[in-house]
């Protein structure tokens, strides 16, 4: 308990690090942003702890440390966060670039899914996607028959040009472990995933495969895929 000013301290350089891969829109792997945000978490949930222990102690003056430092930092992340996204004039022109060629029919996003969506001429597999609470963020449900044990995935791509789409962040976000079946019912699913590319409003053809890792053979197949009008979550 008597370290807890290096949770603080931890706190400060996380707010540092992420404020200045913001602003200078530094490039960096897919997950980094994700690692800042959970240390950040866990650092402030170390204080927490620290707090909590500090005050059942009776340790006052050292409760009052904590809980001011945890506070100024959780204000301080979400300040210069709010900053950061309001005085942005980053933009993602992707979607603008890859207009949907006129020719090309593409399903539609909906906002809630229903057991009535399914479509019951196909019941080997069925893929849907709908809207989830912002612009760019999806969720998705798969129902197949005869899947052995392993698990599932998606794979996102721009439909004209065949360009990969948050590759490792959507297969990460939608792993989905299934047990070997051999009749029509959900499989996994229900995972909630974001497409960065593009910005809110410039919609463009994404096509969303489904594909199986077989854990005895080690072998993986696509077992689907889908052309949607989809955009990319404006950051």
């Not at 690090?17 to 997950?31: A, D, K, S």
């Not at 229903?114 to 709908?130: A, F, G, K, V």
């Not at 969720?139 to 197949?144: A, D, H, I, N």
């Not at 019912?185 to 077989?214: L, S």
Request: proline share 3%; charged share 20%; aromatic share 16%.
């Amino acid at each position: 308990m008597k370290y807890w000013w290096v949770d603080a301290v931890v706190c400060l350089v996380l707010i540092g690090i992420e404020t200045f891969l913001e602003y200078y829109q530094v490039n960096r792997p897919p997950l980094i942003d994700d690692v800042v945000v959970v240390f950040f978490i866990l650092a402030t949930c170390l204080l927490a702890i620290a707090g909590i222990v500090s005050l059942l102690k009776k340790r006052f003056l050292v409760f009052l440390g904590i809980l001011m430092s945890g506070l100024c930092s959780i204000i301080l992340f979400f300040c210069l966060m709010f900053f950061l996204w309001a005085h942005s004039d980053y933009s993602d022109s992707f979607g603008k670039e890859h207009p949907i060629p006129a020719n090309m029919t593409c399903n539609l996003t909906k906002e809630s899914f229903c057991m009535d969506d399914i479509d019951s001429t196909d019941t080997t597999n069925w893929l849907r996607i709908h809207d989830e609470f912002q612009p760019g963020i999806y969720e998705f449900q798969y129902f197949s028959t005869a899947l052995s044990d392993g698990y599932i995935y998606l794979k996102c791509f721009e439909a004209t040009e065949n360009i990969p789409l948050s590759e490792d962040r959507i297969a990460l976000k939608t792993k989905t472990a299934v047990k070997n079946h051999t009749e029509f019912r959900p499989v996994g699913g229900y995972h909630v995933f974001t497409v960065y590319e593009g910005d809110w409003g410039d919609f463009y053809a994404v096509r969303v495969e489904v594909w199986h890792h077989n854990t005895a053979t080690n072998k993986e197949t696509k077992l689907c895929e889908k052309i949607y009008k989809m955009q990319g979550w404006q950051r």
